[in-house]
């Protein structure tokens, strides 16, 4: 109690307006430093986007995070003094593949980049074909293997004896699985963050059914649909109006990552959710899955989360609370703590 100072109504009349004018100090100081931080932290993402762009000799596919493994040190203006975990120090699996879901882009993942950099791991985030600032036409793409390419390219093109930690995100447990069946040597663990983790057979939209309606009643009635090739054509594409998005993806996100959102998300090409995935027991059923089920989710249920775990039981099972579609940006250090654990485990 020896910590506490009491006061009269006087003392706090008197003292009211320098506590306020104290307060408001703090506060515009705190709020500078935090934007001084993330202009940096613009930068050096921006610096680090250019090296990828001319160590892939311009690839359209532009890839954001570390160029290499080392470990940030103490100097590093983004490590703030810590150390990476002691667990990482016999570890060779410490580079992390970010697959951004429907609309998103490598952008979404800009709070996990920082957060997994200062642990000492190296994150990788890709643009899907059509996604994110790669150069494609969404119009396009109208295959899964079309839209997964950059992230099979990179996997193909990895050392020979490396592998990877593979993450996605909704639509981009599709593209996760896709790469589990064909590069399967190449992924130590695959981490489903509230996403489509889908049986063989089965298209990624009709995860969605719950919240969208039926194949069939979306394809004839959806007023989010995209002609790309004219309305006479089959459509080529979705995008949700801005405050569907917000409700549906957003619902307990920062206001200043939604409007992050709002001028980044692109269409949603049909064609990769709409096809059914061809999955193997030798090959996808040999990955080790986990998945990270979001508790406040508005697109994805937990509902359906929950039956995604059943139909095709995961390794392990995470729960973050207070999630909406978007723990990246709603809890990115609950879900920075997940990714460590399952780095952790044997």
């Not at 004018?21 to 613009?42: D, I, N, T, V």
């Not at 996100?253 to 949603?268: E, F, G, H, N, Q």
């Not at 049909?270 to 998945?291: A, D, H, N, W």
Request: with cysteine; hydrophobic share 35%.
């Amino acid at each position: 109690m020896g910590n506490l100072i009491c006061m009269t109504k006087k003392d706090t009349r008197d003292n009211n307006h320098g506590s306020k004018s104290k307060r408001m100090g703090r506060s515009q100081r705190k709020l500078l430093a935090e934007e001084e931080f993330l202009h940096r932290q613009a930068l050096s993402m921006a610096l680090q986007q250019h090296q990828l762009s001319q160590r892939f000799d311009g690839s359209m596919s532009r890839r954001i995070g570390s160029t290499s493994s080392r470990r940030r040190n103490l100097s590093d203006p983004f490590s703030n003094g810590k150390q990476a975990p002691d667990f990482l120090e016999n570890t060779k699996l410490n580079k992390f593949v970010l697959v951004h879901g429907e609309g998103f882009g490598a952008w979404c993942w800009y709070k996990t980049i920082a957060l997994l950099e200062e642990a000492g791991l190296v994150p990788i985030a890709i643009d899907l074909t059509g996604s994110g600032i790669d150069l494609a036409d969404t119009n396009s793409v109208t295959t899964l293997a079309e839209y997964s390419k950059p992230l099979i390219s990179y996997l193909e093109n990895l050392p020979e004896d490396e592998q990877v930690i593979l993450v996605g995100h909704s639509t981009g447990g599709a593209c996760v699985s896709y790469a589990l069946e064909h590069c399967p040597q190449k992924i130590s663990k695959a981490i489903f963050l509230c996403a489509t983790m889908v049986s063989d057979g089965q298209r990624p939209f009709d995860v969605f059914a719950e919240e969208l309606g039926s194949t069939e009643r979306f394809m004839q009635e959806s007023q989010f649909l995209i002609h790309g090739n004219g309305k006479d054509k089959p459509p080529t594409g979705f995008m949700f109006e801005k405050q569907q998005m917000k409700g549906l993806y957003f619902n307990q996100s920062p206001t200043k990552d939604v409007a992050l959102a709002m001028v980044s998300m692109r269409p949603i090409p049909l064609g990769p959710v709409m096809e059914k995935l061809s999955l193997s027991p030798e090959k996808y059923g040999t990955g080790r899955r986990f998945f990270i089920q979001t508790l406040d989710d508005h697109a994805l249920s937990p509902d359906v989360q929950e039956k995604l775990v059943r139909d095709s039981p995961p390794e392990r099972v995470f729960k973050i609370k207070g999630s909406d579609h978007c723990p990246f940006f709603s809890k990115p250090q609950s879900l920075h703590k997940i990714l460590l654990e399952i780095a952790r485990i044997p």
